[in-house]
């Protein structure tokens, strides 16, 4: 009996709907709680080409809901475990493990090679690249975040509106799963949420999940869910670039002071008040911090008297 025949025996998929999920490309950005139920249920679903990419490495502090994860890993390369453990559920796939960082220097390209982008990243910087690339080329993206007891998923682009569309100003708290917990079943319902909405997407099922958003108050077990088929993309954005990109025209703001940061971001930046750029002469501003927080804050302030164009340096993104 064929692997997926508990699946193929669904009208919904169909011997069709598997060759469909035999020829697609996802690209993974994240292997953290996100991820470790996404990636096994893809796998075991027959998702032809998985390119993973994160990199980081497996720490014990993580492994409540690490869950592709042991132990015994602890130490070595996020990507390379699960992409292993992977290709030990179904060998009839291909997983590929970037064990570098996502930025936006090297984004562009893989998200070109996927059909359909899953953002499992623990950075809203992040987020906000994938769904800009893929506005503009045209790629679905499931993005999803996490934290305490809740947590959203929702389907982007790729004919829906865009990230920004739904959250255009700058997060209210830049705090993240490392600085405020989460629990692990928190991430593993959103996780297979994420799972299923790709799923659907590649099938072609409908209503399409793009467009579509779902909240989980794991507190109260509720969720709650609406659509946005109709947000407006807002009218302009502060799009993230990496360090690489920046060049001698711009004018380079660190946001860090010298005790968290005694290199700055790039040679030419300056560590100055954002109230005196407005009387200086550049093309673009580009203001850097850690997340990109701060600098996004900043550009909002900015935006008000700087004609110019102003783009944001996350350095844990660079």
Known sequence: MSRYARQIILPEMGEAGQRRLGKARILVVGAGGLAAPALPLLAGAGVGHITLIDGDTVALSNLHRQTLFTEA?????????????????????????????LTPANAALLVAQADLVLDCADSYAVSYLLS?????????????????????????????????????????????????GVLGPVAGIIGAMQAQMALNVLLGQGPSPLGQMVRLNAR???????????????????????????????????????????????????????????????????????????????????????????????????
């Not at 602890?74 to 570098?100: M, P, S």
């Not at 302009?236 to 004018?251: E, G, R, T, W, Y």
């Open 73 to 101: 890993d602890c130490g070595q390369d996020k990507a390379k475990i699960a992409a292993t453990r992977c290709r030990d559920i179904n060998t009839e796939i291909v997983v590929d493990a970037l064990t570098h960082t």
């Open 132 to 180: 800009d690339l893929c506005l503009a080329q045209g790629k679905p993206l499931i993005s999803a975040s996490v934290l305490g007891f809740g947590g959203y998923v929702g389907g982007f682009c790729g004919g829906a509106p865009s990230l920004r569309a739904v959250f255009p100003d700058a997060p209210e708290s830049g705090a993240s799963c490392a600085t405020a």
């Open 220 to 318: 109260t077990l509720t969720t709650s869910g609406f659509r946005f088929d109709t947000a407006a993309e807002p009218a302009s954005c502060f799009p993230f670039v990496a360090a690489s990109q920046l060049n001698a025209d711009d004018l380079i703001i660190e946001l860090r002071g010298r005790d968290e940061a005694p290199k700055p971001i790039h040679h030419a930046a300056q560590r100055i008040s954002i109230s005196e750029i407005p009387g200086m002469q550049a093309p673009r501003v580009a203001l850097c911090c850690a997340t990109g927080l701060r600098a996004w804050r900043a550009a909002e302030a900015l935006h008000q008297n700087w004609p110019g164009e102003i783009v944001l340096v996350a350095a844990s993104a660079s």
